[in-house]
DNA sequence: TTTATATTTAACTCATTGGTTAATTAACCG
DNA sequence: CGGTTAATTAACCAATGAGTTAAATATAAA
């Protein structure tokens, strides 16, 4: 898929490109310093794939410098991903868990909708 | 990839699974429930997989209530995809550019290490 | 026991991903 | 110019992802 989300999403989806993030957070670097750590692991073609990845997905911009390739972090991408994730926050708070108890018997008792769940006989809402 | 931060990213990559959690934030509901808004667009087992992608990736438990299969939003993946996030908050919020700007010459000044960029002749930090 | 509903599994296709090695381009340096 | 360093491109391959249709399974209901 081609929608921004996605591509920053899964660009994230990769150990050695977020490690790629994180030394760029400790400042500006050219390729092949970029690739140094992982260089026992992959090749620079590799390395470069990755970036381009990451280009893509508009996490870090590549300028020229003579025969370097100065690649930098920008973190905008990130900010959407993260208010995406922003609005589920309430799922994984501490109080969620009778929060979300709560609200059950309330909608239970005051709709007839009965949100699928509720150990017996019920159908799923069918049509 | 195996590890959890990657597993859970490449589950967000993709805006139907997305579009699934999003329903699941409204309320548990069984795979047909969840299936209906994408029958337009793809087939039921595609909606399986799906589920199955996010079942992995632990954003999602299915549970068995007779022939229904209800699911449940599990946000715990959540928290560690924003924490991971956060500590790169930096670089996107609005002070940042100035900052940025600030280092940068600090450590020009200081230091003789020349972090890559300078504009002109200058190498990126060889060897 | 048959039938209907809900969901999954199997088997297959096609595109993309992540990696490889070898060759190529680009810029500097003596 | 010729050599060296930096990085990309090309051509290839195996594994994975996202979809399909058809068949199988599980439970309820008549």
Chains 1, 2 share one sequence.
Not at 100 to 121: F, I, N
Request: proline residues 4%.
């Amino acid at each position: 898929m081609h929608d921004q989300l996605s591509l920053t999403f899964s660009a994230l989806a990769d150990p050695t490109r977020r490690a790629m993030l994180a030394q760029l957070s400790k400042g500006d670097a050219n390729v092949s310093d970029l690739a140094r750590p992982f260089l026992k692991d992959m090749s620079l073609p590799a390395v470069t794939k990755h970036l381009k990845v990451l280009e893509r997905a508009g996490l870090v911009t590549k300028t020229k410098e003579a025969q370097w390739r100065p690649c930098k972090l920008n973190g905008a991408p990130l900010k959407d991903a993260t208010d995406w994730m922003e609005q589920y926050r309430i799922f994984w708070e501490e109080s969620f868990d009778r929060l979300e108890e709560y609200l059950k018997t309330v909608t239970a008792k005051s709709k007839t909708k009965s949100h699928t769940k509720s150990k017996g006989k019920k159908n799923g809402r069918k049509k």
